[in-house]
């Protein structure tokens, strides 16, 4: 009985994940494409197909944001239904407890969350860096003369200093659009800017084209193409700019271990990767979360400010979860101190919880 009972549940679970998914994925999609083809509208590159194939590429990773709150309404809708139509009523009657009628949801719960790392995570990955390429492609000829917001690299050539930086970062940091390299002299003063429609790392020095070169007191020059020497490396500048975001879940590790061999800091990397690691429980957290606030029996209604307790209490745990990572990604705390603690805290104060409104 427990067993037929259990796959009853697990399927209405999964059914209700389903359409929420469905919700979420359409109400995300049609807010994200009326913004972006707001930005982009004019440019020209602009095409009505090409803003909708854009939407698609930054849908993932707008769905993988969104998966703890699915998670959170997802169980919180099952469980409100079982409960208008009285199972949980029968179920606790016929002398099942709390914990295996919700071993179900757990279940499912995790489920999503290991496919949200494993097949969402990697499909968003690749869909940033497209949706990148697409978005530099767009961008007006007007932005090629705003400086870079922060110098990314610096390199040391003999008795020059060079500090580079870009507005964009495309093939993992080997091209960067719009990028602006400041010279230095060894006083620290700027004997030269050179601002450049891209630079391309190459073996040994950098390709800059459509370039525009100033120096103190003399003319502005403009190049169609010229190089820069540089005694970086394309891992190392791979590594160097890599966007967490942009790397695949089965990637991160690798990168983690480039990151320590060039003796650069892996901690956002690192955070990145026990939040992947992690997820799963976060989504039994959030599904322990709902169950504190809908396991109540109630003929007609849920308690308004019950159910109102329960979404701020998933949108509390949420915040902290990122503030927490944000801390983990600077080097504040540990990394895997920061993407684990939030979520062993939620899930031990949901089970605590329902161990005292269920267990006594």
């Not at 993932?60 to 969104?66: D, F, K, R, V």
């Not at 820069?228 to 695949?248: C, G, H, I, K, Y």
């Not at 590790?253 to 990151?259: D, H, N």
Request: proline share 4%; hydrophobic share 50%.
């Amino acid at each position: 009985m427990i067993r037929t009972l259990g796959l009853y549940f697990f399927r209405r679970y999964m059914m209700t994940a389903l359409w929420f998914f469905l919700g979420v994925i359409g109400i995300t999609y049609l807010i994200d494409f009326t913004e972006t083809s707001g930005r982009f509208d004019g440019l020209p590159g602009y095409s009505l197909g090409g803003v909708l194939f854009l939407t698609a590429l930054r849908l993932p990773l707008i769905l993988q944001q969104t998966v703890p709150f699915i998670g959170l309404f997802v169980g919180m809708a099952t469980l409100i239904s079982f409960n208008r139509k009285s199972e949980l009523v029968v179920a606790r009657a016929a002398g099942i407890s709390v914990w295996q009628f919700m071993a179900p949801f757990l279940i499912g719960a995790a489920l999503i969350g290991l496919a949200t790392t494993l097949i969402i995570n990697p499909l968003a990955a690749w869909g940033q860096r497209q949706s990148a390429q697409i978005q530099s492609d767009w961008r007006e000829t007007a932005d090629r003369s705003k400086p870079a917001p922060i110098p990314w690299l610096r390199q040391s050539s003999g008795d020059v200093d060079v500090a580079i930086g870009a507005n964009t970062v495309l093939e993992d940091g080997t091209l960067l659009m719009d990028a602006v390299l400041l010279h230095f002299d060894k006083e620290g003063r700027i004997v030269l800017r050179q601002d450049a429609r891209t630079a391309t790392l190459k073996d040994g020095y950098w390709l800059l084209t459509d370039v525009t070169e100033n120096r103190p007191g003399e003319i502005q020059k403009r190049l169609a193409e010229t190089r820069v020497p540089t005694n970086l490396n394309a891992e190392f500048v791979q590594q160097r700019l890599v966007q967490p975001d942009s790397v695949a879940f089965y990637d991160l590790f690798r990168k983690i271990e480039v990151a320590r061999s060039f003796g650069l800091s892996p901690h956002a990397l690192e955070t990145q990767f026990h939040s992947l690691l992690s997820l799963p429980f976060l989504m039994i957290a959030m599904t322990l979360i709902a169950a504190t606030v809908s396991l109540k029996f109630s003929r007609i209604n849920q308690s308004r400010s019950v159910i109102l307790g329960g979404i701020l209490s998933g949108f509390v745990l949420y915040v902290v979860t990122v503030l927490v990572r944000a801390f983990g990604s600077s080097g504040v705390m540990p990394p895997y101190v920061a993407a684990w603690v939030p979520v062993v805290v939620a899930m031990a104060l949901g089970a605590t919880i329902l161990l005292h409104k269920e267990d006594g």
